[in-house]
């Protein structure tokens, strides 16, 4: 990552990002890969934001169908049903993703998370789950603490006017 710089057109489009945190943070921003399991709420807005800000890349991971509380419970997924009958969850919000920044590598996985060997977490540099039981956010935050690579984990739920997120950033410092 040392020496290498934005394009022309990174540096055009996220101008007024460079302009607040700086051009080395842009970089490692877009040089970023994350892992998002469960597109419900939150994440589906998280998700957009890291999008439009300009992360490497995002893989997505939710094999649900779409269903009538998916579908009013995340903006990602357009109203008209020919556009997600018969289609993952995953699926319709990629192609929706794509549209907000289409310099963001969007992508998604099949199968179940927790399946996942330790090994497929590697390549990320974050991991966001959501929508899924206790137990198995468990079991990804192991298998991501097991990898010599620093990943941040974080997990994050919604119901009705309750939250929760924990994060698990292992060993990790800030600075002003």
């Excluded at 966001?128 to 994050?156: D, G, M, P, Q």
Aim: with cysteine.
């Amino acid at each position: 990552m040392e020496g290498e710089q934005l394009t022309e057109q990174e540096t055009a489009l996220y101008d007024r990002q460079i302009r607040v945190w700086g051009a080395d943070a842009q970089r490692r921003l877009s040089k970023a890969h994350i892992l998002v399991g469960g597109m419900m709420g939150t994440v589906a807005e998280f998700c957009k934001n890291i999008v439009l800000a300009g992360v490497g890349s995002v893989t997505l991971v939710d094999d649900r169908r779409v269903t009538e509380e998916s579908l009013t419970a995340n903006f990602l997924i357009p109203p008209d049903e020919k556009l997600y009958e018969g289609r993952s969850i995953s699926e319709v919000c990629c192609d929706s993703l794509k549209d907000f920044n289409p310099m963001v590598h969007v992508s998604v996985e099949k199968g179940d998370l927790s399946s996942l060997s330790t090994e497929f977490f590697e390549k990320f540099d974050v991991v966001v789950v959501s929508c899924c039981s206790l137990s198995t956010k468990k079991a990804i935050n192991e298998k991501c603490r097991k990898l010599l690579k620093h990943i941040a984990f974080y997990a994050v739920d919604c119901r009705d006017s309750c939250g929760e997120i924990f994060a698990d950033l292992e060993k990790h410092s800030c600075t002003k």
